[in-house]
Protein backbone atom coordinates (compact mmCIF):
# COMPACT_ATOMS: atom_id res chain seq x y z
CA UNK A 1 0.00 0.00 0.00
CA UNK A 2 1.53 3.54 -0.84
CA UNK A 3 -0.57 6.27 0.77
CA UNK A 4 0.36 9.62 -0.68
CA UNK A 5 0.21 13.04 1.71
CA UNK A 6 -2.92 15.26 1.51
CA UNK A 7 -2.74 17.88 -0.98
CA UNK A 8 -5.13 19.41 2.04
CA UNK A 9 -2.26 18.92 4.57
CA UNK A 10 -1.61 21.88 7.22
CA UNK A 11 1.28 21.66 9.22
CA UNK A 12 2.09 23.67 12.21
CA UNK A 13 4.95 24.06 14.50
CA UNK A 14 4.57 24.11 18.57
CA UNK A 15 6.78 24.46 20.93
CA UNK A 16 5.34 23.38 24.36
CA UNK A 17 6.90 23.27 27.99
CA UNK A 18 9.43 25.07 29.93
CA UNK A 19 11.96 23.43 27.48
CA UNK A 20 10.15 24.87 24.22
CA UNK A 21 10.34 21.05 22.75
CA UNK A 22 9.01 21.35 19.44
CA UNK A 23 5.69 19.51 18.44
CA UNK A 24 4.35 19.36 14.76
CA UNK A 25 1.12 18.84 14.07
CA UNK A 26 -0.40 17.79 10.75
CA UNK A 27 -4.11 17.69 10.16
CA UNK A 28 -5.59 16.27 7.01
CA UNK A 29 -2.28 14.66 6.41
CA UNK A 30 -3.09 11.34 4.52
CA UNK A 31 -4.63 11.74 1.27
CA UNK A 32 -7.09 8.80 1.94
CA UNK A 33 -7.21 7.63 5.57
CA UNK A 34 -10.38 5.32 4.70
CA UNK A 35 -8.08 3.23 3.12
CA UNK A 36 -5.70 2.59 6.13
CA UNK A 37 -8.69 2.01 8.55
CA UNK A 38 -9.51 -0.99 6.12
CA UNK A 39 -6.32 -2.32 5.78
CA UNK A 40 -6.28 -2.67 9.59
CA UNK A 41 -9.48 -4.65 9.86
CA UNK A 42 -7.42 -7.16 7.60
CA UNK A 43 -4.15 -7.06 10.35
CA UNK A 44 -3.90 -9.29 12.64
CA UNK A 45 -3.45 -7.50 16.12
CA UNK A 46 -1.63 -9.11 19.00
CA UNK A 47 0.62 -7.44 21.93
CA UNK A 48 4.17 -6.35 21.09
CA UNK A 49 6.43 -5.59 23.78
CA UNK A 50 5.34 -5.25 27.80
CA UNK A 51 4.59 -1.32 27.75
CA UNK A 52 1.99 -0.65 25.19
CA UNK A 53 -1.71 -1.17 26.98
CA UNK A 54 -3.20 -2.84 23.94
CA UNK A 55 -2.13 -4.64 20.58
CA UNK A 56 -0.47 -3.79 17.61
CA UNK A 57 0.19 -5.44 13.81
CA UNK A 58 2.88 -4.14 11.73
CA UNK A 59 2.28 -2.20 8.55
CA UNK A 60 3.44 -3.44 5.07
CA UNK A 61 6.59 -2.43 3.75
CA UNK A 62 5.23 0.06 0.85
CA UNK A 63 3.35 2.20 3.34
CA UNK A 64 6.31 2.71 5.77
CA UNK A 65 8.80 3.68 3.10
CA UNK A 66 5.68 6.05 1.53
CA UNK A 67 5.01 7.68 4.92
CA UNK A 68 8.33 8.40 5.96
CA UNK A 69 9.35 9.95 2.36
CA UNK A 70 6.88 12.21 2.80
CA UNK A 71 8.09 13.64 5.86
CA UNK A 72 11.26 13.36 6.41
CA UNK A 73 11.81 16.68 5.01
CA UNK A 74 9.34 17.94 8.01
CA UNK A 75 11.60 16.13 10.39
CA UNK A 76 14.59 18.32 9.23
CA UNK A 77 12.49 21.64 9.28
CA UNK A 78 10.95 21.40 12.35
CA UNK A 79 13.76 19.74 14.53
CA UNK A 80 16.63 21.69 12.48
CA UNK A 81 18.06 18.33 11.27
CA UNK A 82 19.87 17.13 8.54
CA UNK A 83 19.47 13.51 7.68
CA UNK A 84 19.75 12.15 4.43
CA UNK A 85 16.82 9.65 5.31
CA UNK A 86 14.98 8.24 7.90
CA UNK A 87 14.35 4.31 9.08
CA UNK A 88 12.49 2.39 11.66
CA UNK A 89 9.12 0.60 12.89
CA UNK A 90 5.69 1.41 11.50
CA UNK A 91 2.41 -0.39 13.52
CA UNK A 92 -1.11 -0.32 13.54
CA UNK A 93 -2.03 0.46 17.67
CA UNK A 94 -5.51 -0.16 19.13
CA UNK A 95 -5.32 0.52 23.44
CA UNK A 96 -7.53 -2.05 24.76
CA UNK A 97 -6.11 -2.81 28.39
CA UNK A 98 -8.99 -2.00 30.96
CA UNK A 99 -7.66 0.93 33.64
CA UNK A 100 -7.52 -2.63 36.16
CA UNK A 101 -5.44 -4.79 34.03
CA UNK A 102 -2.88 -1.74 33.88
CA UNK A 103 1.10 -2.71 34.45
CA UNK A 104 2.49 -0.34 36.86
CA UNK A 105 4.55 1.67 34.16
CA UNK A 106 1.60 1.90 32.33
CA UNK A 107 0.32 3.99 34.77
CA UNK A 108 3.41 6.87 34.10
CA UNK A 109 4.22 8.94 31.53
CA UNK A 110 6.57 7.06 29.16
CA UNK A 111 9.30 8.19 26.74
CA UNK A 112 10.32 6.57 23.28
CA UNK A 113 13.96 6.45 23.82
CA UNK A 114 16.76 8.49 25.42
CA UNK A 115 18.43 9.42 21.37
CA UNK A 116 17.63 13.30 20.80
CA UNK A 117 17.30 12.20 17.24
CA UNK A 118 14.44 9.57 18.00
CA UNK A 119 11.22 10.72 16.61
CA UNK A 120 7.92 9.27 17.25
CA UNK A 121 5.04 9.99 15.23
CA UNK A 122 1.38 9.20 15.27
CA UNK A 123 -1.56 9.60 12.90
CA UNK A 124 -4.92 9.40 14.32
CA UNK A 125 -7.76 7.12 13.04
CA UNK A 126 -10.12 7.12 15.24
CA UNK A 127 -12.78 9.90 16.88
CA UNK A 128 -12.16 12.54 19.28
CA UNK A 129 -13.89 11.01 22.01
CA UNK A 130 -11.30 7.82 22.23
CA UNK A 131 -8.83 10.58 23.04
CA UNK A 132 -5.33 12.46 22.08
CA UNK A 133 -1.97 12.37 23.70
CA UNK A 134 -0.57 14.54 26.96
CA UNK A 135 3.00 15.98 27.58
CA UNK A 136 3.84 15.67 31.44
CA UNK A 137 6.61 17.04 33.55
CA UNK A 138 8.37 15.24 36.63
CA UNK A 139 7.62 17.42 39.18
CA UNK A 140 10.81 16.27 41.29
CA UNK A 141 13.44 16.74 38.51
CA UNK A 142 11.33 19.21 36.62
CA UNK A 143 12.61 17.01 33.57
CA UNK A 144 10.11 17.30 30.61
CA UNK A 145 12.54 14.96 27.87
CA UNK A 146 14.28 12.23 29.83
CA UNK A 147 17.59 12.34 27.60
CA UNK A 148 20.70 9.62 27.90
CA UNK A 149 22.40 12.24 30.49
CA UNK A 150 18.83 12.24 32.65
CA UNK A 151 18.12 9.14 32.59
CA UNK A 152 20.12 7.93 35.62
CA UNK A 153 18.77 10.77 38.03
CA UNK A 154 15.09 10.38 36.73
CA UNK A 155 15.12 6.70 37.44
CA UNK A 156 16.91 7.24 41.02
CA UNK A 157 14.37 9.73 41.72
CA UNK A 158 10.87 8.11 40.10
CA UNK A 159 12.05 4.96 42.25
CA UNK A 160 12.17 6.52 45.54
CA UNK A 161 8.96 8.34 45.34
CA UNK A 162 7.29 5.07 44.61
CA UNK A 163 8.92 3.29 47.56
CA UNK A 164 8.00 7.04 49.47
CA UNK A 165 4.17 6.95 48.25
CA UNK A 166 3.39 3.80 45.98
CA UNK A 167 2.60 3.20 43.51
CA UNK A 168 0.11 5.20 41.10
CA UNK A 169 -3.56 3.70 41.25
CA UNK A 170 -4.59 1.24 38.49
CA UNK A 171 -6.19 3.95 35.89
CA UNK A 172 -4.53 5.86 32.74
CA UNK A 173 -2.39 8.62 33.77
CA UNK A 174 -5.05 12.15 33.74
CA UNK A 175 -3.30 15.13 35.46
CA UNK A 176 -0.27 13.55 36.40
CA UNK A 177 -0.71 13.97 40.08
CA UNK A 178 1.38 13.48 42.49
CA UNK A 179 4.68 13.00 40.92
CA UNK A 180 4.02 13.99 37.17
CA UNK A 181 1.88 17.37 35.89
CA UNK A 182 0.33 17.65 32.56
CA UNK A 183 1.62 20.56 30.46
CA UNK A 184 0.01 20.13 27.04
CA UNK A 185 -2.80 18.06 25.61
CA UNK A 186 -3.40 17.64 22.01
CA UNK A 187 -6.66 16.12 21.02
CA UNK A 188 -7.38 13.38 18.65
CA UNK A 189 -8.94 14.51 15.21
CA UNK A 190 -9.29 11.85 12.57
CA UNK A 191 -6.54 11.84 10.45
CA UNK A 192 -4.47 14.49 12.57
CA UNK A 193 -0.47 13.38 12.92
CA UNK A 194 2.01 14.22 15.34
CA UNK A 195 5.64 14.06 15.32
CA UNK A 196 7.67 14.45 18.88
CA UNK A 197 10.95 13.97 19.85
CA UNK A 198 10.53 10.44 21.55
CA UNK A 199 12.59 11.45 24.33
CA UNK A 200 9.59 13.16 25.56
CA UNK A 201 7.49 12.37 28.73
CA UNK A 202 3.86 11.60 27.42
CA UNK A 203 0.75 9.43 27.32
CA UNK A 204 -2.45 8.25 25.30
CA UNK A 205 -5.32 10.77 27.04
CA UNK A 206 -7.33 8.06 27.59
CA UNK A 207 -11.28 8.70 29.49
CA UNK A 208 -11.09 5.87 32.38
CA UNK A 209 -15.04 5.46 32.06
CA UNK A 210 -15.42 4.19 28.66
CA UNK A 211 -14.84 0.83 26.93
CA UNK A 212 -12.05 0.19 24.90
CA UNK A 213 -12.92 -1.96 22.12
CA UNK A 214 -10.44 -3.76 19.75
CA UNK A 215 -11.93 -3.40 16.74
CA UNK A 216 -10.31 -0.98 14.34
CA UNK A 217 -13.51 0.94 13.29
CA UNK A 218 -14.53 1.50 16.75
CA UNK A 219 -11.37 1.84 19.14
CA UNK A 220 -8.78 4.20 19.25
CA UNK A 221 -6.74 2.75 16.04
CA UNK A 222 -3.61 4.73 15.38
CA UNK A 223 -0.66 4.91 13.33
CA UNK A 224 2.87 4.66 15.15
CA UNK A 225 6.15 5.17 13.97
CA UNK A 226 9.50 5.63 15.45
CA UNK A 227 12.15 6.62 13.24
CA UNK A 228 16.13 7.73 13.43
CA UNK A 229 18.52 9.01 10.99
CA UNK A 230 19.61 6.80 8.61
CA UNK A 231 22.64 8.86 7.77
CA UNK A 232 25.34 9.28 10.59
CA UNK A 233 26.04 12.79 9.41
CA UNK A 234 23.75 14.34 11.17
CA UNK A 235 23.91 18.48 12.46
CA UNK A 236 21.46 20.24 15.04
Not at 31 to 51: M, N, Q, W
Not at 95 to 109: D, E, F, G, N
Not at 165 to 172: E, F, I, S, T
Request: with cysteine; glycine share 6%.
Amino acid sequence: MNIAFSSHATVNLCLHGRERQPIVVIDNALHDPSKLVEDACTKRFTRIGAYYPGVRATLDEAFKDSLIASIGGIINDAFNLKAARWEGECFYSIVTTPPASLLPIQRLPHYDGVEDNRMAVLCYLCKPEQGGTSFYRHKATEFETIGANRFDLYKRTLEAEVRKHGLPPARYIESGAPLFERFASIGAVFNRMLIYRGKTLHCSTIDNTRPLPADPKTGRLTINAFLTPYSQDITT
